[in-house]
């Protein structure tokens, strides 16, 4: 299997909605995203699968090393290796990545997150530095596009948060911060327990909430002259954009009713997503993410 290989079967096998909206690029947009997709999809397997610390730790530091053969021509992962041709041939930045280990090493570290401030922090090194390498790949000519990746990738990992509260819970995490959990009077052993309550139920639409004026604030922040080449971020925006009201639907119990979007829907509203935006661009009509 070749390293190429590899990453796809890593992007393709993980589910994710990312994969759907790398369908659309050109082929070395898509090989660097997958490139990128799957080395994020090996930390997070470390922070998420391996339960001794130690271990982990040490996994994670050998990505860390990866990372820098990768940037110096020497890696020795299939991961590596395609990192190393995406760097190639894509402006990336090698602090970007260390970022999103970083965030993984807050959620190996257990980290508590107390304040929005470290909600905020989580999320761009997980999410927005994911949004920026992204924009690399695509391409962009306004920098204010960067707002808009680190926007986008906030609602997004909201959007993940709010999604697999019930999941993370039994891992013992819990990234709605210490202060809003206690100011809605919502214990850690009310997620523990899956105890949604009123309060448990206005916790979470007060963070729906957030994502969705993280997604509209990101629209609003995307420069017109850069809304063709970043295409696939309004797809990916538009299949995460589309939990949001399949959880108010359920009343954000997830832990009686996980909420799931499948594979065909996801292709549905990328497909939808891309031809839309195919002609609206040129027109300069309004962004959608409802499809």
Same mark, same amino acid.
């Given at each position: 299997?070749?390293?190429?290989?590899?990453? *796809?079967?890593?992007?393709?096998?993980?589910?994710?909605?990312?994969?759907?909206? $790398?369908?659309? =690029?050109?082929?070395?947009?898509?090989?660097?995203?997958?490139? =990128?997709?799957?080395?994020?999809?090996?930390?997070? #397997?470390?922070?998420?699968?391996?339960?001794?610390?130690?271990?982990?730790?040490?996994?994670?530091?050998?990505?860390?090393?990866?990372?820098?053969?990768?940037?110096?021509?020497?890696? /020795?992962?299939?991961?590596?290796?395609?990192?190393?041709?995406?760097?190639?041939?894509?402006?990336?930045?090698?602090?970007?990545?260390?970022? =999103?280990?970083?965030?993984?090493?807050?959620? %190996?570290? *257990?980290?508590? %997150?107390?304040?929005?401030?470290?909600?905020?922090?989580?999320?761009?090194?997980?999410?927005?530095?994911?949004?920026?390498?992204?924009?690399?790949? $695509?391409?962009?000519?306004? *920098? /204010?596009?960067?707002?808009?990746?680190?926007?986008?990738?906030?609602?997004?990992?909201?959007?993940? %948060?709010?999604?697999?509260?019930?999941?993370?819970?039994?891992?013992?995490?819990?990234?709605?911060?210490?202060?809003?959990?206690?100011?809605?009077?919502?214990? #850690?052993?009310?997620?523990?327990?899956?105890?949604?309550?009123?309060?448990?139920?206005?916790?979470?639409?007060?963070?729906?909430?957030?994502?969705?004026?993280?997604?509209?604030?990101?629209?609003?922040?995307?420069?017109?002259? #850069?809304?063709?080449?970043?295409?696939?971020?309004?797809?990916?925006?538009? %299949?995460?954009?589309?939990?949001?009201?399949?959880?108010?639907?359920?009343?954000?119990?997830?832990? /009686?009713?996980?909420?799931?979007?499948?594979?065909?829907?996801?292709?549905?509203?990328?497909?939808?997503?891309?031809?839309?935006?195919?002609?609206?661009?040129?027109?300069?009509?309004?962004?959608? =993410?409802?499809?």
């Amino acid at each position: 299997m070749t390293p190429q290989e590899y990453c *796809r079967q890593k992007t393709r096998g993980s589910g994710s909605s990312f994969f759907y909206a $790398f369908l659309f =690029l050109p082929e070395n947009q898509r090989r660097a995203m997958m490139a =990128l997709y799957a080395f994020c999809r090996e930390v997070d #397997d470390v922070a998420d699968n391996i339960r001794e610390q130690e271990v982990a730790l040490a996994k994670l530091a050998f990505w860390r090393e990866e990372l820098a053969r990768a940037f110096a021509d020497k890696p /020795q992962h299939p991961v590596g290796r395609e990192l190393q041709w995406a760097k190639t041939h894509f402006s990336l930045d090698e602090e970007l990545l260390v970022e =999103l280990l970083d965030g993984m090493l807050m959620d %190996i570290n *257990r980290q508590p %997150i107390v304040k929005r401030a470290d909600l905020s922090l989580y999320c761009y090194r997980v999410a927005g530095v994911v949004g920026l390498m992204s924009i690399e790949v $695509f391409g962009y000519q306004n *920098r /204010q596009s960067r707002q808009f990746a680190t926007l986008l990738g906030e609602a997004l990992q909201l959007t993940n %948060i709010l999604r697999d509260v019930a999941e993370d819970a039994r891992l013992g995490r819990i990234y709605l911060p210490q202060e809003d959990r206690a100011r809605y009077r919502v214990s #850690d052993q009310d997620f523990k327990n899956g105890h949604c309550s009123e309060a448990m139920q206005a916790l979470l639409r007060d963070y729906a909430q957030q994502a969705e004026s993280a997604y509209q604030r990101a629209l609003a922040s995307l420069p017109n002259e #850069d809304r063709a080449s970043l295409r696939p971020s309004l797809v990916m925006a538009a %299949i995460y954009h589309a939990y949001l009201p399949r959880l108010a639907a359920v009343q954000y119990d997830v832990w /009686q009713h996980p909420v799931q979007i499948l594979p065909l829907r996801k292709i549905w509203i990328a497909w939808r997503c891309w031809r839309y935006e195919r002609r609206a661009a040129t027109r300069a009509q309004a962004i959608r =993410l409802e499809f």
